[in-house]
């Protein structure tokens, strides 16, 4: 078998096997429910900021700018949300 005709049965397998399991759901994280938090030492994953919601954490909108919640702020956000 040839690698061309490999990869195409692949890539049919993949879009039409996909298609067989039936509807996939969209879940939209649009809305006005995240809290978001500056994170400018790089250690909320360490720290698993993302169980629980972080005390200095502000409400914000997605989509948007952290800027908003944290105006000047050009550093890495923790970002959570209950859904």
């Known amino acids: 078998m040839s690698f061309r005709l490999a990869v195409s049965l692949f890539l049919s397998l993949a879009v039409f096997g ?42 914000t909108n997605v989509p948007g700018m952290i800027q908003i919640a944290f105006p000047g702020y050009a550093g890495r956000p923790g970002i959570g949300a209950t859904l």
Do not use: H, I, Q
């Open 18 to 59: 996909a298609a067989s399991f039936g509807a996939t759901s969209v879940v939209s994280l649009d809305g006005n429910d995240w809290r978001l938090a500056t994170d400018p030492k790089n250690v909320g994953v360490a720290e698993k900021w993302f169980e629980a919601p972080r005390p200095e954490a502000k409400d």
